[in-house]
């Protein structure tokens, strides 16, 4: 999978999280909107949000549970699940996942 932005600005250093079992890459397209493209080792994470998120499976599988919510599901490559702002959702991951989030800001 490839995108195309037409003018962007990418921030070279990396987000390293968990170790280094985390990592990725900020892009801050022409309109201002910020995405991360990033990957995931095998592990178990938590995350935070201040703004709502879209978080597209690039490549891999997550396993994941949003705040409030009772069940895992699973997300393999080619889906994409939503989190609300100020939240958390936790994170399985069993092999290693490519992954791209969206900032959505309200």
Known sequence: MSRVYE??????????????????????????????LGFMQAGDYEFNTNDKELMEVINGEMDIIIAGESEWKTYPAGT?????????FKVRVKTFSDYCCSYLKM
């Not at 962007?8 to 991360?36: H, L, M, P, Q, W």
């Not at 994409?80 to 958390?88: A, C, G, M, R």
Request: glycine residues 6%; proline residues 3%; aromatic residues 8%.
């Open 80 to 88: 994409s699940f939503l989190v609300p702002e100020n939240s958390s």
């Open 7 to 36: 003018t962007a600005t990418i921030i070279e250093k990396a987000n390293v999280y968990f170790d280094g079992k985390v990592n990725s890459r900020t892009v801050i397209k022409e309109n201002g909107d910020k995405v991360t």
